[in-house]
């Protein structure tokens, strides 16, 4: 399986970013795309989780600013970055694993730098 994400870059506060992951190879179901983030200096941490089913998680930090979505034909996940803070400032990564079986693939990371 890999995963490759796509859409980070710079942007001012208050601006937006959409970001995309593809998955490709053997793709296991019923499944969970996600995006985590990570900071220098900190853990990496769930932005936003949503399920094969549709099922979504937000991180407290993003709720009513960021959304995610998933195209199940293209394995394709998004994340829609609205009012964007200095703090959101990191390097995100897309992840999918399993719901049933402990499984999980990590795409490369991409930049989000939200600065005036």
């Known amino acids: 399986v890999q995963l490759q994400a796509s859409g980070g870059g710079l942007v001012q506060p208050g601006g937006s970013l959409r970001l995309s992951c593809a998955a490709s190879?053997?793709?296991?179901?019923?499944?969970?795309m996600g995006w985590y983030h990570q900071a220098p200096g900190t853990q990496r941490e769930l932005v936003a989780q949503?399920?094969?089913?549709?099922?979504?998680n937000y991180a407290d930090f993003v709720k009513g600013r960021f959304t995610i979505s998933r195209n199940n034909a293209e394995n394709t996940v998004y994340l829609q970055m609205n009012s964007l803070k200095p703090e959101d400032t990191a390097v995100y990564y897309c992840?999918?694993?399993?719901?049933?079986?402990?499984?999980?693939?990590w795409g490369k990371g991409t930049q989000v730098t939200v600065s005036s």
């Open positions: 992840n999918l694993r399993s719901i049933y079986y402990d499984m999980e693939y």
């Open positions: 190879g053997s793709i296991f179901s019923p499944n969970a």
């Open positions: 949503i399920t094969s089913g549709g099922n979504t």
